[in-house]
């Protein structure tokens, strides 16, 4: 029995037909390139809105443990932590969504209809900027989320 060379020749494909082309591959790289540039800066912008949120809700409670307290004793705290002493909040007090601690001052300036001053300092960890949530104006200030 004889063999042909041919038989014994294995079938060649071509290169072109089995692998991506590198302009096929540098294009699928440029559009994931996109969608994560895209995904990420949607994604980032959120957190300070996540954490402007939180800070409100921090300081409800605490506005409303700092009521409770001027019920009780018909003046108001001289600090946050009376709140826990008087057993209105449970310790550690609560921070800001910068973990910050709040600012609160039971006098307030002349001329300003508020009882006490209760804010969160902000992004930027100052107190007296215009980035500072303030309990009586949080839900009217401009760029933070309203509930």
Avoid: H
């Avoid at 041919?6 to 290169?15: D, G, Q, T, Y």
């Avoid at 699928?28 to 895209?38: D, E, K, P, R, T």
């Avoid at 600090?79 to 550690?92: E, G, M, R, V, Y």
Wanted: charged letters at 20%.
């Amino acid at each position: 029995m004889v063999i042909s060379r041919s038989c014994l020749v294995a079938r060649r494909v071509p290169l072109a037909r089995r692998a991506f082309s590198l302009l096929e591959l540098m294009l699928v790289l440029a559009i994931i390139g996109i969608l994560m540039g895209v995904a990420a800066y949607n994604l980032l912008g959120q957190s300070d809105n996540a954490k402007a949120t939180a800070t409100k809700a921090s300081l409800k409670i605490l506005k409303n443990g700092v009521d409770q307290y001027y019920i009780t004793n018909s003046v108001y705290p001289t600090n946050l932590q009376a709140l826990i002493t008087a057993k209105l909040l449970q310790a550690p007090l609560p921070k800001d969504g910068w973990k910050t601690d709040f600012f609160f001052d039971p006098t307030t300036p002349e001329g300003v209809d508020q009882p006490y001053r209760l804010l969160s300092p902000g992004k930027d960890k100052q107190v007296g900027t215009p980035d500072d949530i303030n309990i009586w104006t949080m839900d009217t200030q401009p760029g933070t989320p309203v509930q």
